[in-house]
């Protein structure tokens, strides 16, 4: 059974900063890439950054600059480091796993294996 799970969610200021993690559990060998996910109340899902065995790494424009998903070595294992965290930044944020081409890497729809979700919550 594969399972994803998310940690290090929690209340920040804004301007503060967070650090996630998301643990894998029973994913096929074949699994490219690792990718974090964020949902607002009342929004569609969003890609946030996306991660790949080779180590390419891509990131939503929203984050640029502010959102790093470092390099590890363990393979089941995907951080994402947040910066300078704004109040539009709050909502779920999820692990999923999957094997996209790589202009897909930020779709949900690439991605086969999700996480339960951990909230990240930013005031002003």
């Known amino acids: 059974q594969v399972q994803l799970v998310e940690s290090g969610g929690g209340s920040v200021r804004s301007g503060g900063s967070l650090r996630l993690s998301c643990t894998t559990h029973r994913l096929p060998t074949s699994t490219y890439t690792l990718a974090w996910f964020r949902q607002a109340p009342g929004k569609e899902r969003e890609g946030v950054a996306a991660i790949s065995r080779g180590g390419s790494t891509t990131y939503a424009d929203s984050v640029k600059g502010r959102f790093t998903v470092p390099q590890v070595n363990a393979e089941n294992m995907l951080y994402l480091k947040m910066n300078n965290l704004k109040p539009a930044d709050t909502g779920m944020y999820f692990c999923?796993?999957?094997?996209?081409?790589?202009?897909?890497?930020?779709?949900?729809?690439?991605?086969?294996?999700w996480g339960q979700g951990t909230r990240v919550t930013v005031s002003s």
């Open positions: 999923a796993a999957g094997s996209p081409w790589w202009s897909q890497a930020l779709r949900r729809a690439s991605y086969n294996y």
